[in-house]
């Protein structure tokens, strides 16, 4: 992909930062006909869904560095907006999307048809099969009518929101009514009074990792099983760099720019108006309207110079939470010389199921509740609580021939740990790596090399503050309206020329280019009532 240089000049928007949603932004707002540039701090596009090649000694094995498995993106239709398929763009479905282990052997696995998944069940537990069915039946009452949400503007949702919004809530409202509980509850609270199968609770603990589950009001986490049997998961073929190397290809014919190695250390202004961004290098960007798609408070409370925003706004973008939580992601890649496999597991099926292809998880349900509970205070986990994915079973392109990839995360890892990070990087690396090496056959003798990143070396690679995936914490007053604070949940902020989106912006944090498609529409929106406005006052005048 050549990325242009462009010479100083007026665009007509400035994005900061060529994640997926700065770069699904700049798309939607470049086919309506605006100038943009994309000004990008890293020396790639990508952001936290980057694939590269990170390991000199595996230069073949390309590395999803963040993110890899899409749900939420499924139902944004950016891919078909965009006309992505023409850039190389391609999903390969994940199903089942997550597989829970038993030490032992057995597993049960999750498919995007949610009768297979109860099937599964019913060998375990009958009962635990019929409440799941109907957990799930709650749970894709709520999808109809948080898609439309999650796809609409959050403080103006629209007719077409609302058309879809209304009929579906009156129709399923029976089925709506007990999920309540989802928004009041504690994760662990409505997995124990539900199910008894110590599988299937573990599988919902493990799934969506996204707060402390002992708090009420966590429960809200389950709905990314909704949207997985909903929309079904994805990942992208190449990796899901994939999509940012499409999106920019899309940006660049339609005569957008793209700037990378080009930090924003500050916005420019003037008489309170946001006029451009001032470069690293000490390079004036000018532009009508900048969007910025990296972390909100960075942007608002430190690219911003001091005394732009009232007091009381300035206050609560200082206070947008990015550490709040205690808990921080734990993230491992590793280069692989040969092919892994999980001979135990797959002996036990016996349905020819590949568990190196599926999203894998094996902690018991007691080993995440202590997770949690050992992590908001401070402390290293006995058993850490983690994912495994080897990416390059489902996409064999993204390794050599007869190699592999290996992916981990974990959302259950101390942010302040009481023993410093830094010493303990390596000694963590190796147990948690020993450890997978158990049901990962030859992740111990295969290793080529492997990379291990926690809060400080997310925030050093992704240019995020704390290191936070989310951008702003997944806490329950931090959606909808709320998302990043009160008084910035429109995307468009209160002091003109500045706009903001990204991960820390509605509807959340993820894979799903919404928050950059939403932003988009709504500034095209305004800009074509600017134009109605001009053109009557014009015809009056
Ligand atoms: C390890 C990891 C695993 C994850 N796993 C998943 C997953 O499996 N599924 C899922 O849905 N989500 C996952 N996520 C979360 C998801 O990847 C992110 O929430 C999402 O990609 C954020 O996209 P974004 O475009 O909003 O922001 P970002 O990708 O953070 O993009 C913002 C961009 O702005 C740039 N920038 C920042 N400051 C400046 C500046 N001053 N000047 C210029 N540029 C700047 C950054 O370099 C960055 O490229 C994961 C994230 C990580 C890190």
């Known amino acids: 992909m050549s990325l242009r240089d462009s010479v100083q000049r007026d665009s007509d928007v400035l994005i900061i930062g060529a994640g997926h949603n700065g770069l699904v932004s700049a798309c939607y707002l470049a086919q309506a006909g605006m100038s943009v540039t994309v000004v990008e701090a890293s020396g790639s596009v990508g952001g936290m869904i980057s694939t590269n090649p990170i390991f000199p000694e595996a230069p073949d094995h390309q590395i999803n560095e963040g993110g890899i498995q899409a749900s939420l993106f499924r139902s944004s239709g950016i891919e078909k907006d965009l006309g992505l398929a023409k850039y190389g763009f391609r999903q390969i479905i994940a199903d089942p999307f997550h597989v829970h282990l038993d030490p032992e052997g057995p597993s049960l696995a999750f498919w995007h048809d949610p009768a297979k998944t109860v099937d599964e069940l019913r060998y375990f537990s009958p009962r635990d099969a019929r409440k799941y069915e109907e957990f799930v039946r709650q749970l894709d009452a709520a999808m109809d009518v948080a898609i439309p949400w999650m796809n609409g503007h959050p403080t103006r949702p629209g007719v077409k929101t609302m058309r879809e919004v209304l009929p579906a809530a009156l129709k399923r409202r029976k089925d709506l009514m007990p999920l309540s509980a989802f928004f009041t509850t504690s994760h662990r609270e409505f997995i124990e009074e539900r199910f008894d199968t110590p599988l299937l609770r573990a599988a919902l603990a493990s799934m969506p990792p996204f707060c402390w589950m002992t708090q009420d009001g ?12 909903r929309t079904n998961s994805a990942r992208f073929a190449g990796g899901t760099g994939a999509l940012t190397n499409a999106l920019a290809q899309h940006l660049l014919e339609h005569g957008g720019t793209i700037r990378v190695n080009s930090r924003v250390e500050e ?12 470069l690293e290098n000490g ?9 910025a798609s ?3 408070k960075a942007t608002l409370a430190r690219l911003l110079p001091d005394g732009i925003l009232p007091e009381h706004l300035q206050r609560r973008a200082h206070a947008i939470p990015t550490n709040v939580l205690e808990t921080t992601t734990l993230k491992i890649d590793v280069a692989v010389s040969g092919k892994l496999s999980l001979p135990r597991h797959t002996k036990w099926r016996k349905d020819g199921l590949d568990l190196c292809e599926p999203i894998v998880s094996w902690q018991t349900y007691e080993d995440h509740l202590d997770a949690w509970n050992s992590a908001v205070q401070r402390k290293y986990p006995e058993n850490e609580c983690f994912i495994g994915i080897v990416p390059s079973r489902l996409d064999p392109s993204q390794a050599p021939a007869g190699q592999d990839t290996f992916w981990l995360w974990s959302g259950i890892f101390p942010r302040n740990p009481d023993v410093a990070w830094e010493t303990m990087r390596d000694a963590i ?3 948690v790596l020993r450890e997978c090496a158990q049901y990962y056959e030859g992740l111990d003798t295969m290793e080529i090399n492997r990379r291990v990143m926690s809060a400080p070396e997310l925030e050093e690679r992704f240019n995020v503050p704390d290191g936070n995936v989310y951008h702003v914490e997944p806490v329950g007053m ?4 709320l998302r990043p604070a009160q008084g910035f949940g429109s995307y468009e902020t209160p002091v003109p020329g500045l706009w903001i989106t990204g991960a820390g912006t509605h509807p959340t944090g993820g894979i799903s280019g919404l928050p950059g498609k939403n932003a988009a529409q709504a500034m ?5 009532g600017g134009a109605i406005r001009r053109t009557r006052e014009r015809l009056r005048g």
């Open 478 to 481: 931090r959606f909808g309206p």
């Open 524 to 528: 095209i929106a305004r800009a074509r």
């Open 283 to 291: 390079e004036e960007l000018r532009a009508k309207t900048v969007l």
């Open 294 to 296: 990296c972390s909100p």
């Open 267 to 278: 916005l420019t202004t003037h008489g309170g108006t946001v006029t451009g961004v001032l």
């Open 429 to 431: 690396g190796d147990k």
């Open 218 to 229: 966590t429960a809200w986490a389950l709905i990314y099983i909704a949207m997985c049997h």
